[in-house]
């Protein structure tokens, strides 16, 4: 067999039905030849952007796939995997190389070497025999500690190389996954159960982990809090009176409440970090569970820490408060359901009139509110794209299931949202996927709504179109005020309607149920589906600091 033909069926076994892809690349009909399906984007970032969806939904036990030629096409994909690796998601590349005599030379993209600050590994594969030793090793990674885009560049010469069916043998690659050290995680119990407020801060890890059953049941035994970091939300269920929310660039005014008064937080499957993650209090005792030791000590000085698998640590935490505490657990000892009932009862009321407003143009939060409640949302995978969109949904969007919401924001490349949905939509056809953007976004991302069509790929995307870029005007008030700089215009539902898709622009509110519903039902027929909804600038949003 050849190079390309031991590639695919090794990605074949590893499980991988599909992957992304834009031409030119020799693997793409040889994988499709194999049974893998190609899913050919109008860019290559889309296209990256998908793999990264569709492996957040499956929580890396499949991995998303994406091809993309030598050159230009490698050259095209780098933000997308930027973005990947910056939300440490696991996916993986595989583009074509230039012949072995060639590497290095100019003008020639060497991408192993051009991706090594993107990537967890990179590597060239230089001769067709270490196909099955190379895949093994990306497949190790993929699946082991904190997860991130691999890459494996294809010479064109080692494509069509043969190698014998006695040299090509693959076994998959199994996850292989560790508890914490006993001491460690018995003193992180025993300072968490004497704090005097604590509260949980879940992260992204949990969703990879499968760690929600367990997280519930320690928040439940131990009457602990717990709050979301925005790529974590939907780790823990935010209809349980234990939970705080979601805090990121916004958040829910119980996660603000809780993080002013606490004097401990507990990092789970979370790298503590700021920027869209919350923020830790100055002076207070920190604990983290991470599977990634690199991963401590970073942004903060951690006091108790634990080692291992969410899942699994997590599970230690549980039989030890049973040990300390006893079976039942501990009460309510510090009144947190009451408090946090509440505080969100309150701040949702205060809330209620952007959330149910009549105005026009629209308010960004009606929108929002409709699409909640047209859908099954429990059923529904939902996600945004950065600025306004990202911002509004955060914190009032109900994330009760893991994997109901795709939140991000280590990068904030704009068009994101599309791709993920697209790949969601891959991982999850069962589920009803929406996409939120606002007119910045399409501009940079829409084309690729002609992939769905073409691809049968049903998703919902909903513009926010209300004719501005974010607060740029902020950052160039000159050239703003004269030349309209921080101005979009357009007509997307056209745009949309012209690559297949079907559309309605809304203009008032009480058109949004209606439309929401023929936007489900074309869906439902297996069309993608876009809703232009005319809205206003709402600067109010929800802080939680």
Not at 409 to 425: I, R
């Amino acid at each position: 067999m050849t190079g390309n033909q031991a590639i695919a069926k090794i990605l074949k076994a590893e499980g991988i039905e599909w992957f992304a892809c834009f031409p030119n690349h020799s693997l793409i009909d040889v994988a499709a030849k194999e049974g893998l399906r190609p899913i050919i984007c109008r860019q290559e970032r889309a296209g990256v952007n998908m793999a990264d969806g569709f492996s957040r939904i499956t929580c890396g036990k499949t991995i998303g796939v994406f091809m993309m030629q030598d050159g230009p096409g490698a050259e095209n994909a780098f933000g997308g995997v930027a973005q990947a690796y910056a939300d440490s998601v696991p996916i993986l590349l595989l583009p074509g190389g230039p012949s072995l005599s060639s590497v290095g030379m100019h003008p020639g993209f060497d991408s192993h070497r051009h991706y090594h600050g993107v990537t967890k590994w990179s590597e060239l594969i230089n001769q067709a025999d270490r196909i099955p030793q190379l895949m093994r090793m990306a497949f190790t990674r993929l699946k082991h500690g904190r997860l991130a885009p691999v890459l494996l560049e294809i010479s064109g010469d080692v494509a069509r190389q043969e190698l014998s069916d006695e040299t090509f043998a693959y076994t998959p690659v199994k996850p292989r996954k560790s508890g914490g050290d006993a001491d460690d995680v018995r003193d992180l119990v025993t300072a968490v159960l004497k704090a005097s407020c604590p509260i949980i801060s879940a992260g992204r890890g949990i969703l990879y982990a499968e760690a929600t059953e367990e997280l519930v049941e320690f928040a439940e035994l131990t009457h602990i809090p717990v709050m979301t970091t925005l790529q974590g939300k939907s780790g823990f269920p935010e209809s349980h009176p234990l939970s705080l929310g979601t805090a990121g660039n916004t958040g829910t005014r119980m996660a603000g409440l809780f993080l002013r008064k606490t004097d401990f937080v507990l990092g789970v499957a979370t790298t503590l970090s700021g920027g869209y993650s919350p923020r830790m209090p100055a002076g207070i005792t920190l604990a983290q569970v991470t599977d990634y030791a690199d991963d401590l000590n970073v942004h903060h000085q951690v006091d108790y820490g634990a080692i291992g698998d969410a899942k699994l640590v997590l599970r230690q935490m549980i039989e030890e408060v049973k040990r300390q505490v006893g079976e039942q657990g501990r009460g309510d000892v510090n009144s947190v359901v009451e408090e946090v009932g509440k505080v969100k009862e309150e701040w949702l009321a205060e809330w209620r009139p952007l959330l149910q407003s009549d105005e026009v143009p629209m308010n960004e939060y009606r929108v929002l509110t409709e699409l909640a409640k047209a859908v099954d949302v429990a059923n529904t995978i939902a996600t945004h794209d950065a600025g306004f969109p990202r911002d509004r949904m955060c914190p009032f969007w109900p994330a009760l299931r893991p994997n109901s919401y795709i939140g991000w924001g280590k990068s904030t490349q704009l068009g994101y949202g599309l791709g993920l949905a697209l790949g969601a939509k891959m991982a999850a056809p069962e589920k009803h996927v929406i996409n939120i953007m606002g007119d910045a976004a399409f501009g940079m991302a829409g084309m690729d709504i002609e992939t769905a069509v073409r691809s049968e790929i049903p998703i919902l995307t909903v513009v926010l179109n209300n004719g501005i870029m974010t607060h740029y005007d902020k950052y160039m008030p000159y050239a703003s005020k004269h030349w309209a700089s921080d101005k979009l215009s357009g007509d997307y539902a056209k745009v949309a309607e012209g690559l297949g898709a079907y559309t309605e622009t809304v203009h008032t509110p009480d058109e949004l149920p209606v439309a929401i519903q023929r936007a489900i039902a074309a869906n439902k027929e297996g069309r993608p589906a876009v809703l232009q909804t005319m809205t206003k600038r709402e600067e109010i949003v929800s802080r939680y600091q």
